[in-house]
C-alpha cells in the first residue's frame, strides 16, 4: 500500500502522447482503439483512445477525446483516426475540486485531443463490449430509459452504463451508491443463487459452474479494482472451503489486497479500491461483533434485526473517513436506507440479471410483459431512493479535511471498531477530539476563497460555518462550479450570492437553489445602490461608487476591496490620489492585471494580502 500510495502514482512514459504537444497548438493525426464507448454530456462527448501513431510517429499511450458533437456512435474497440489539437488538460481549479489532469491521470492519460474531424478506420469484432452494450440497450427498449439503465447497471455496474445524474446523485445521497457500482454485493447475489442450485452436485461439477459465474461477473463488469477484489475473494475462499478447510476471512482480505497492489501498485490511489477494501474490512471485523451487541439488546423475536443494522452500519463507519477525505460529505440516513431498500435490492439484482438474460434470447412480443413486475420493482427502488435523498439534512456537508486530521481520526476510530479494552477506548478519545476540534476550528474560522477558471471568477467568503459568493459570471457553467465549491467546504446553503454578469441569467432556479437571496441584475429588481448593503451574520457586501464596479465586503473583522472589472481599478487609482483608504485587509481582482496594474497594487494598493495577482 505504502507503495502504491508514494510511488505507485502513474506517469507518462517517453513515448506518451503528451511528449508531442507542440507550442504554440497545431492539429495532428491521432490514430488508435477506442477503450470504451463514447460517454455522452450536456456540452459534447468524450472517450479514451489507445494512442498508436501521431502523424508518423509510433507512441505508446492514452488520451481523451472531446468532441463538440455527438453524431457519430463510436464504439469501444474500434480503430479511428483522429483530427485536432492535442493540449495538456486543465488542472484543478482550487485544491479541493479535482480537474481533468487529476481525473485523467488515474486512467493512465495527460493529454487531451479537441476533436476537429474523426474517421473510423476499421470496426473489429468485441463480444464483450457488444454483449454489455446489447444488455443496456434492449433492458432500456423494454422498461425506459431510466428503469433500464437502473437495471442495466444492477447486472453491469455504473462504470459500464451511463445512468441520469439525478438517479446517481439519489442513491448517493440516500447512502445506496453500492447498488449501483459493481461489488461484491452483485457478485455474492450471483455466486450465491449459483452454489444454492448445484448444492446437490459433486464438487467436479460444482466448481466449474462456480468459476463461470466468476468469469461471467468479470466479463460483463470489467476489471475493476472493487471487481478484481471481490473476484479473487471469492475464488480463494471457495477454493478453501471445497477442500474441506475453513478459510479465514481477514486472511483471505489481506492476501487480496497484497496481491493486487503488488501487481498495479497504482490501485491504491483509487476511490473504488479504497472503498471497497475499508468496506469488507469493516464486513469482518466489526459487523459479527456488533450483530452480537446489537441481539443482547432485541428481544428475542426482532433477533433477525441485529444481521440487518449490523452489516450496512460496520461498512458505513469503515468506508465514513475515505468519504469524508474525498467527498467532504456522508449520507445521514444511510443506515435506515439499507434497511428500507436492502431487501428489495438482493432479488431486484437477481432478476435483473435474468432480465438481462432474457432480453437476449427471448422474443420481443412477450418481453415487456414478462418484465413488468421487474419493471415496477425497479421503480419502486428508484422512487424509495429518491424519496429518502429528499428528507431534511439528507447529506451532511462537512467540509473536505486535511489528510492529517483524517488520520487522527482514524487513530481514534480503530479501538472501537477492533473491540480494544476500555482503556484503549478511553485513549483513543484524545485524537478523536484533536480531530474534531482541529477541523471544526477550520470550518468555523473566516477568511477567502478565490477560485478562477475560463476567464469566471468565484469568491466564497466564510465566516463561522456560514458563507457568501460572488461570482463573475452568472450562466449554468458558473452555477455548477459555485455548487461544487460551496459543497467541498462543507456549506448545504449559501447566505447570499450576488452576481455581477451584466447579462440575465438563463438558470436562476439553479442560483436560487444555492442561497437564500439572489442578487443579480436584470432579475426584474433593482439591485443593490450606493450605500445599500447586502447583508448577513458577519458578511456584508455593498458598493464603494456609482457605476465603477468596485466592492466593499466584511467578512468578520475583515474588510476586502473586491474588483471585478478594470474600471473598477481605474476609479481607485484616482481616489487615492486624493485620500487613501484605510483599514483594509486586501484586495480581489476579478480580472487578469497587466504589468504595470501589479505594480501599482503591489505599491499603492490597500491592504496587506491579494487575490488574483
Known sequence: MLRGVLWGAPTPSGADPSRLIQTPPASVAISG?????????????????????????????????????????????????????????????????????????????????????????????????DLRRDVAQRLQQVVGPRRGGFLAALVLGSAQVQLSADIREAFRMAGLSHALAASGFHLSVLLGTVLMLARRWPPGLRLPLAAMALLLFVCLAGAQPSVVRAVLMAAMALLIREAGHHSRPLGVLVLTLSGMLLLRPAWALSIGFQLSAAATAGLILTAPRLERAVQAWLPDRCQGLAAACSIPLAALVWTLPLQLLHF????????????????????????????????????????????????????????????????????????????????????????????????????????????????????????????????????????????????????????????RLAAVHGHARLDWVMLLDPVATEVMACWQALAHRVEAPQQGQAPIAIGQVLRSDGLSVQHLQHRSGALLMRVGPQRWQLFPSPQALWALQHRQRSKPQQMITGTWLGFKPSAPQRRWLLKHGAGSRFIGL
Open 33 to 129: 482503439r477506442l477503450l470504451a464507448d463514447v460517454r455522452r454530456f450536456s456540452s459534447g462527448c468524450s472517450a479514451l483512445l489507445e494512442v498508436d501513431r501521431i502523424e508518423a510517429r509510433r507512441v505508446d499511450g492514452r488520451t481523451e477525446l472531446q468532441l463538440p458533437a455527438c453524431s457519430a456512435p463510436l464504439q469501444q474497440g474500434w480503430r479511428v483516426q483522429a483530427i485536432g489539437v492535442l493540449r495538456r488538460p486543465l488542472p484543478a481549479a482550487h485544491p479541493l475540486l479535482p480537474g481533468s489532469a487529476e481525473r485523467l491521470a488515474r486512467q493512465g492519460s495527460w493529454s487531451q485531443l479537441r476533436v476537429e474531424s474523426i474517421e473510423v478506420l476499421q470496426r473489429p469484432w468485441t463480444p464483450l463490449a
Open 328 to 483: 467532504g460529505a456522508m449520507p445521514l440516513y444511510a443506515l435506515v436506507a439499507n434497511l428500507l431498500v436492502a431487501p428489495l435490492l438482493a432479488p431486484l439484482t437477481l432478476l435483473a440479471m435474468l432480465s438481462a438474460l432474457l432480453v437476449l434470447v427471448g422474443p420481443p412480443a412477450v418481453l415487456p410483459m414478462l418484465l413488468w413486475p421487474v419493471h415496477q420493482l425497479a421503480g419502486l427502488v428508484i422512487t424509495m431512493a429518491s424519496w429518502i435523498s429528499h428528507w431534511p439534512g439528507a447529506q451532511l456537508l462537512t467540509g473536505r479535511p486535511q489528510e492529517w486530521v483524517i488520520a487522527l481520526f482514524v487513530l481514534g476510530l480503530l479501538p472501537w471498531l477492533l473491540g480494544a479494552g476500555p482503556c484503549r477506548r478511553c485513549w483513543s478519545l484524545i485524537p478523536l477530539a484533536i480531530a474534531l476540534f482541529a477541523h471544526g476550528l477550520l470550518q468555523l474560522g473566516d477568511g477567502l476563497v478565490a477560485v478562477e477558471r475560463f476567464g469566471r471568477h468565484w469568491l466564497l467568503a466564510r465566516h463561522r460555518g456560514r458563507a457568501a459568493l460572488v461570482s463573475t459570471h452568472g450562466d449554468a457553467r458558473s452555477c455548477r462550479m459555485a455548487k
